[in-house]
Each structure stands twice: as structure tokens, then as C-alpha cells.
């Protein structure tokens, strides 16, 4: 079965120290790999996506991430955050069908609170 | 730019009425739009994909007589929860897909700030 799921709901880290959120998925298919941010009654933003190419992806607001496929994952690092990065992330897949098509659709992981305090 | 709202952000309502929910794309044309729900502290869940001027695809499992979808623009698609029960007390979120976008590798997707949909 075709699933995404995001080990840790919750991730306290004091501001300036590194974070990592963690994201794994289950597939028999090439995917498209994204991380979203919601902020507090606002709308998903996309932080980076992973389509092909180089594994090492880098996002806005000094986020990154690397897609592993032996393990399956893709990782959201950042080596320094900051009080504004708290929110929601969330990890989403697209999962291809044969040939490398689809049409766009999302599959989420269940979200991870960071809460990055002074 | 690629802004996305969302109306109403909140609604509270009884039992077996109707609620309709908004979704529009204020700064570009949408040719597909997604609706979302989100239970709380679990995932968005896909319901719907909808397509502007066709009949929306439903995900396995959402009743579309139910969850009624209409794309009449490129900039609007709407949402009607139809009879109401405190189950579908939810959050529900869309997206839209910019026109022009198709196919692999671009699945951009701009997201509304979501409805909390209350029915008591």
C-alpha cells in the first residue's frame, strides 16, 4: 500500500539549534516528494520539492532535505531555526503511475508540529 | 502572487442543513482545483479533484451526493456539504493548480487557509 507518515507529531528545539523532521513513505512507484509549512490559520506554503535530479534539495527559509530512496524517506533539515519557523510541516508525495504520469494528486503525512522556544 | 481564499474561514451549523464553502484563485486561473479534509491532529485527505467545466473526481470513500463540487470558472469552485451531521465536522481546505500546468515534473498547488466547518 502507498502511504506517507511522518514519525514525530510534536518537535520542541530551542532557537539556533539544528532540527530534523522526519518523513517516510511506502511505495512500489517512483514519487514526487514535497514539504509544505503552515503557519498559524494560514494556508499551506510549499517549502521544497523533490522531483529528480540531485537527492540534496534546498527550499526557502534555509530549509533542505534529502530524498533517500533505499530507505525511503526525505528528511527536513534545517541547522539553525528560528522563533518564526514555528509551525506545521507537512510531508506529501506524489505517487506516479506507470510511465511517470499523474495528475497531481497529494498523499500527506499526518503533520509535525516544530515549536522552536527562546 | 498565487493567492488562494477561502469563504467562510469559519461556520457553525444545525443538523441537516446545507453549507456551502468558497474556494477562489484571486491572482491566476485554475483549471483544476482540489478539496481537502482534515480531521484534527490527522492528515489532509484528498476528497475531490475538480476540474473547471466537467464533473469532479471523487477520492474512494467521499459520497459525491454528499459533497457536492462545482468548477463554473477558472477562478471559483465551490464545496456544499449537503445535510449536515456533526460527523462532518471537519476542516476542509482546497487548492488550486495553475492553468497551463500539465503534467510531470510541475504539480504546483496553491492552498486556501481552510474552512472550519462546525455542525452541531
Known amino acids: 500500500a502507498q502511504s506517507v507518515t511522518q514519525l514525530d507529531s510534536q518537535v520542541p528545539v530551542f532557537e539556533e539549534a539544528p532540527v530534523e523532521l522526519r518523513c517516510n513513505y511506502s511505495s512500489s512507484v517512483s514519487v514526487y516528494l514535497f514539504w509544505y509549512v503552515q503557519y498559524p490559520n494560514q494556508g499551506l506554503q510549499l517549502l521544497l520539492k523533490?522531483?529528480?535530479?540531485?537527492?540534496l534539495v534546498k527550499g526557502i527559509n534555509g530549509f533542505e532535505a534529502e530524498f533517500n530512496k533505499s530507505q525511503t524517506s526525505f528528511h527536513l533539515r534545517k541547522p539553525s531555526v528560528h522563533i518564526s519557523d514555528t509551525a506545521e510541516y507537512f510531508c506529501a508525495v506524489t505517487f506516479l503511475g506507470a510511465g511517470g504520469t499523474s495528475y497531481g494528486k497529494l498523499t500527506f503525512g499526518q503533520g509535525t508540529i516544530l515549536t522552536v522556544h527562546p | 502572487g498565487a493567492v488562494v481564499s477561502q469563504h467562510p474561514s469559519w461556520v457553525i451549523c444545525k443538523s441537516g442543513t446545507s453549507v456551502k464553502i468558497e474556494c477562489r484563485s484571486l491572482?491566476?486561473?485554475?483549471?483544476?482545483m482540489f478539496w481537502y479534509r482534515q480531521f484534527p491532529k490527522q492528515s489532509l485527505m484528498l476528497m475531490a479533484t475538480?476540474?473547471?467545466?466537467?464533473?469532479?473526481?471523487?477520492e474512494q470513500g467521499v459520497e459525491k451526493d454528499k459533497f457536492l463540487i462545482n468548477h463554473a470558472s477558472l477562478t471559483l469552485s465551490t464545496l456544499t456539504v449537503t445535510s449536515a451531521h456533526p460527523e462532518d465536522s471537519s476542516f476542509y481546505i482546497c487548492s488550486a493548480r495553475p492553468r497551463g500546468v500539465v503534467g510531470p515534473p510541475s504539480y504546483e498547488q496553491y492552498f486556501g487557509p481552510g474552512t472550519r466547518l462546525t455542525v452541531t
Open positions: 491572482d491566476f486561473q485554475a483549471t483544476t
Open positions: 475538480s476540474n473547471e467545466g466537467s464533473k469532479a473526481t471523487y
Open positions: 523533490y522531483l529528480s535530479g540531485s537527492t
